[in-house]
């Protein structure tokens, strides 16, 4: 059975960082690309940050550049989004995927208000 865990969200102030996780059991989490996104009440699933299988390559969304830093431990099957700088606008559900059979997680939320 493919699953995706996501934690580490929460209420943080504006300009606070975050740290959230994402554990992968079912497949060979190293073999494949990773993404993190969110998404908002009435809005599409937007892409945040996404990173390959050996973590040297990453590409983030023009609206959390040079704020957050994507991550991966293959060896804990664990891929990590580092939030820093945070905005009242990053609130959203945080959602990571696999592209192992299009694989999501359940999410977890992130607020950021004073």
């Known amino acids: 059975q493919v699953q995706l865990v996501e934690s580490g969200g929460g209420l943080v102030q504006p300009g606070g960082s975050l740290r959230l996780s994402c554990v992968g059991s079912?497949?060979?989490?190293?073999?494949?690309?990773m993404s993190w996104y969110r998404q908002t009440p009435g809005k599409e699933r937007e892409l945040v940050a996404s990173i390959n299988p050996s973590g040297d390559w990453k590409n983030y969304a023009d609206s959390v550049k040079g704020r957050f830093t994507v991550s991966r431990d293959n060896a804990k099957s664990t891929v990590t989004l580092q939030m820093n700088a945070l905005k009242p606008e990053d609130t959203a559900i945080y959602y990571c995927?696999?592209?192992?059979?299009?694989?999501w997680g359940q999410g977890t939320q992130v607020t950021v208000s004073s």
């Open positions: 995927k696999t592209m192992y059979k299009d694989t």
């Open positions: 079912g497949f060979t989490f190293g073999l494949y690309a």
